[in-house]
């Protein structure tokens, strides 16, 4: 049972509730052990089947501009520098030439999250021992585990769409009744081995307002919430915030999301996406579900990875 918090809309999670909930999603997971974790649900026929979602064959990022500039919710900025610059007077061959360096898993640029990425009681997913994790790199369940790619049905649930506001306020909480109730509005049903992506109007807000410290005050599912997840089998999950909200509704887990996705379900996550440029073509063409192509890069040892995930209507 979920305990109140003062706030209103957030109720909280005592450590004995959120272990009771942790176990039992780790027992409900297909995908208990291996490097993909629930990708394995992306199936070829799967696959195949999503290609079919594509009818106008126009191709929308959700994802956000890399940011070089500090922020209040990006101190740790990516560096972009130049190392060539060509000379305009100059004849024959030259080339323009730069270099690129982010802190892959900040709170302003859009990234996907290894299942090495999560640590909790000293192991990673699946009982993958926490040492397997180096100086020199992850050893086990790498982002690597992705190097084909991951495609699939994408689904996006538009949840400020479904309460009639442009975003939710910080601090506030998507419930599994929010995600049911806003398949039933958008007339679309999430199913088994789906890349489900929900929109919180993160990227929204800080467009109107401006940047806030996003790691003290964000909106984001509540653990409750992964019941959902588990109930319809998704092989991903992916947000325009954190995907936890902040401050954190579980005594003593400051990102409960995280654990119980990764951890306990093995979902690779992506956050800090951006929905702004999907949810009104979705919006226009009646129609939330979509071919999904999300490219990792080729690291080996990391433990994530910036992305550019591409929905095909």
């Keep these: 049972m979920v305990t109140p918090d003062r706030r209103v809309g957030a109720p909280r999670l005592t450590s004995t509730e959120f272990g009771t909930l942790y176990e039992r999603l780790r027992a409900r997971s297909a995908w208990a052990a291996g490097e993909r974790g629930a990708l394995e649900a992306l199936t070829p026929a799967r696959v195949v089947a999503a290609a079919r979602e594509v009818r106008i064959g126009r191709t929308i990022t959700l994802a956000a501009p890399v940011e070089s500039t500090p922020g209040p919710d990006n101190p740790e900025p990516a560096r972009h520098r130049m190392r060539g610059v060509p000379d305009p007077a100059a004849s024959g061959l030259d080339f323009a030439r730069d270099s690129f360096a982010m802190n892959v898993h900040g709170d302003a640029d859009s990234h ?163 929905f702004e440029d999907l949810a009104p073509v979705c919006e226009a063409e009646e129609r939330w579900s979509f071919l999904c192509v999300i490219s990792p890069l080729r690291l080996p040892d990391a433990t994530g990875s910036p992305v550019n995930p591409t929905a095909v209507l």
Excluded: K
Excluded at 129 to 142: E, F, K, M, N
């Design 112 to 274: 996907i999250d290894a299942l090495c990425h999560v640590i909790y009681d000293g192991t990673l997913h699946g009982g993958v021992s926490a040492g397997s994790v180096t100086a020199d790199g992850a050893r086990a369940l790498s982002i690597e585990a992705a190097h084909d790619g991951i495609v699939g049905r994408g689904v996006l649930l538009d949840i400020p769409r479904l309460r009639g506001v442009p975003w939710l306020e910080p601090g506030d909480h998507v419930t599994a009744e929010d995600l049911a109730a806003a398949e039933t509005a958008q007339r679309v049903e999430v199913t088994e081995g789906d890349l489900l992506f929900v929109r919180v109007g993160h990227r929204r807000r800080r467009g109107e307002l401006g940047p806030w410290h996003a790691a003290e005050a964000r909106a984001g599912l509540h653990p409750s919430a992964m019941e959902f997840l588990a109930d319809r089998r998704v092989a991903v999950l992916g947000g325009d915030g954190n995907n936890d909200t902040a401050p954190s509704s579980t005594d003593g887990v400051d990102f409960p999301v995280h654990v119980l996705a990764i951890h306990a379900m093995g979902l690779h996550l992506l956050d800090y996406l951006q």
